[in-house]
């Protein structure tokens, strides 16, 4: 893992009356006393290269992002350099979220892929909560989804079984990925290594690959270099007897 190597862009490359992610039928629209608002909340965009560590557990952080373009995940470490990865962030999501209100981030964030980030002044917070309560709304909404995802993600580790939760694992970030607009290309790939599945799971190394080789073999998907490509997206759900998320449109900040 790179230490942080995210840098400032030097102006604006997407105005928030222009954002690519806005036309998605995935997110709903903002008023138009909202918008403008959120054009002054956001201070910039921020590059961040692959591998790069976006934000530190422990850190104290004065922005928020919204993912603009890219992949992340989300983890904690033990003391001996465990890992486990708590959960995926794609175009879209909010990021820092958790250290702004709480004083500290409680988890890491780092890139999977190159990312585009729109960076937020945390300090703009109260002005949101205290004049926009349909935005603050939104903030809400946005951490009852992350609460959502991970009691979903926990009940996969507690009750599916090996190969199911993989199948639930990949079905689920797809399912994410597509609403979010990532890769509009058939099959999708997924920007992920085995080792990456391992420490969301619990499981070893070993036994990871010999339950991918599972779901390869019953051509639900494909391994290569770049990462996992969903080749049966509901032969995956089927086997993780799971109905997918099921969400409407939701929030963009």
């Not at 190159?114 to 703009?124: A, D, I, K, W």
């Not at 051509?219 to 109905?243: F, P, S, T």
């Amino acid at each position: 893992m790179s230490s942080q190597s995210a840098h400032p862009a030097a102006s604006r490359q997407y105005p928030c009356e222009e954002c690519p992610l806005r036309s998605l039928p995935a997110f709903r629209a903002f008023e138009k006393q909202e918008l403008s608002f959120v054009s002054t909340f956001k201070r910039g965009e921020l590059a961040v290269d692959k591998g790069a560590t976006v934000l530190v557990e422990g850190s104290h952080s004065a922005h928020l992002y919204t993912v603009l373009s890219g992949w992340a995940f989300r983890y904690k470490l033990l003391p001996d350099g465990r890992r486990q990865i708590l959960n995926f962030s794609m175009p879209g999501d909010l990021i820092g979220l958790q250290g702004s209100l709480m004083g500290e981030m409680q988890h890491s964030v780092e890139a999977l892929s190159t990312m585009l980030l729109c960076v937020f002044e945390r300090e703009q917070l109260q002005d949101l909560y205290r004049n926009y309560p349909g935005l603050a709304y939104d903030i809400t909404w946005i951490a009852s989804r992350e609460e959502r995802m991970l009691d979903e993600n926990l009940f996969s580790i507690g009750r599916r079984t090996a190969l199911e939760r993989a199948a639930y694992l990949i079905a689920f970030i797809a399912s994410r990925a597509r609403s979010a607009g990532v890769n509009g290309k058939t099959p999708l790939r997924i920007p992920i290594t085995q080792q990456h599945i391992a420490d969301t799971l619990g499981l070893s190394l070993v036994h990871t690959n010999k339950t991918i080789r599972k779901l390869m073999d019953r051509k639900l998907i494909l391994w290569r270099d770049g990462g996992c490509e969903v080749v049966d997206y509901d032969g995956l759900k089927k086997l993780a007897r799971w109905e997918g998320l099921g969400e409407e449109r939701r929030p963009l900040i």
